[in-house]
DNA sequence: ATAATCCCCATCAGTTTAGTAGGATAATCC
DNA sequence: GGATTATCCTACTAAACTGATGGGGATTAT
């Protein structure tokens, strides 16, 4: 039930980036100063992110990242989707947990954690980038 | 974001020892074959829930396991965190996450988290196993 | 040219996870 | 008291995941 490095990184090099969006492209080495962050492992972050269309970069010197659309429509959700996948906080180990077993199933239980990821779901969906910078 | 099958098996076996608690001792295998969980180890499971006072267990013919305590007095968020340690949603990795970096931490990416943590935590912490059975 | 910077993949050590194995110990039944 | 049934408890293992690190190649600005 925790966020991986990886994803906490991608939020804040996001912010990092959202907040610096007029100065034009951002350096990955800034970036990992900036939020204490190694800097070869920040890069396949930031690649990844521009794969997903949420950064563009430009080689070279003055060359960076910078936001590949506006912060106000980068979900925080989204993020942390593409990098510790589905973020039900049960998406259940045993088939047999959401499923139905032939004769009962833990209806009850199953609720309390559909529960749960629902309001986690929609709380980071809600809540954008910009919405924390 | 997702429990452990330790931790699910956990709450499917007290939720089959609650539903039989008035038939005194159920086996290890009743509770396997009930919930479909491969029957050693889901004894490691039950043995770590005895260690813990959530059951009793008695041996031989006959024996089993069954509550400690009643199933009102046993809360989801007690056997999750038995399991699969602190429950909160982001028990950061980084130790600039929560901590203060010198010029800047991201206080409203850290309000947000807080606030999902304290949902869930709040949510299991009031929901016992005798709610959902 | 050359220096800066992104691009992209391969590798790795450590941890966690899910599950297996096997034998010791204790209670019950005959 | 011996057979049976069950828990108790430790050790092990294969696979996946995590958090990096390393090395080069490609591209661009000066």
Redesign the pocket.
């Given at each position: 039930m925790k966020l991986?490095?990886?994803s906490e990184y991608a939020l804040l090099a996001l912010v990092c980036l959202a907040r610096h969006n007029a100065d034009g492209?951002?350096?990955?080495?800034t970036i990992a100063l900036a939020q204490k962050i190694?800097?070869?492992?920040l890069?396949?972050i930031?690649?990844a992110l521009?794969?997903a269309k949420y950064l563009r970069?430009?080689?070279?010197?003055?060359?960076?990242?910078r936001l590949a659309k506006p912060a106000d429509k980068i979900a925080l959700a989204e993020v942390i989707r593409l990098f510790?996948g589905a973020l039900a906080p049960t998406e259940s180990?045993s088939k047999y947990f959401y499923e139905s077993t032939p004769i009962e199933k833990e209806k009850n239980l199953v609720k309390v954690f559909k529960g749960i990821r629902d309001y986690v779901s929609e709380t980071l969906e809600k809540t954008t980038i910009a919405d924390v910078v």
């Open positions: 991986t490095s990886r492209y951002v350096s990955a080495e190694p800097l070869k492992f890069e396949q930031l690649f521009k794969r970069s430009s080689k070279g010197q003055h060359g960076g990242y510790d180990v």
